[in-house]
């Protein structure tokens, strides 16, 4: 089984609609976070957790809000969906840990469009 | 959060070594610098990471030089498989400001 599982994997909706998405994760970790990837760029990070009462916005969080509802658990919501957030979402673990940042662990991605 | 540039993309040949660079001239000193692949439409996979001299494991090597201005990621004798995107990540320690701020990358392309 996956260590980083989302769901839905796919997902269509309309403008206005909300919408959240999910992540799950097995390994344990303290710290989730969530991206958005469009067409040729890199990951921009929306949001970030450190653990279940400290949340954190990223680079982009307009328009989005999250839920760290257990240590395993962050759910990532778009109250009201536009075209441009169309996109592929990753949600991502890391753990603590001592010499380094250490190694983030992806899931495996939600593709999500706006019409 | 210190800023890295890299090549926008590269090519080259199955069983070649490819030296991939990543410039970061404001890293601070805790900083490290973490290399990740990404293929398409897959999440990042971490390959690398290191905080100065030289790095290796079963898949890559990372070289930093003294002044860790800049870090160049080495892939020996790349396949096919190779092919995809690299991010350079410079990122801090323990940093309660936690924002792991990927690039671009550069887009690998492996010909046969």
Known sequence: DADVTQTPRNRITKTGKRIMLECSQTKGHDRMYWYRQDPGLGLRLIYYSFDVKDINKGEISDGYSVSRQAQAKFSLSLESAIPNQTALYFCATRAQVAGGPGEQFFGPGTRLTVL | ?112
């Open chain 2, 1 to 112: 959060l210190a800023k890295t540039t890299q090549p926008i993309s590269m090519d080259s040949y199955e069983g070649q070594e490819v030296n991939i660079t990543c410039s970061h001239n404001n890293i601070a000193t805790n900083d490290y610098i973490t290399w990740y692949q990404q293929f398409p439409s897959q999440g990042p996979r971490f390959i690398i990471q290191g905080y100065k001299t030289k790095v290796t494991n079963e898949v890559a090597s990372l070289f930093i030089p003294a002044d860790r201005k800049s870090s160049t990621l080495s892939l020996p004798r790349v396949s096919l498989s190779d092919t995809a995107v690299y991010y350079c990540l410079v990122g801090a320690v323990w940093s309660r400001d936690d924002k792991i701020i990927f690039g671009k990358g550069t887009r690998l392309h492996i010909l046969p």
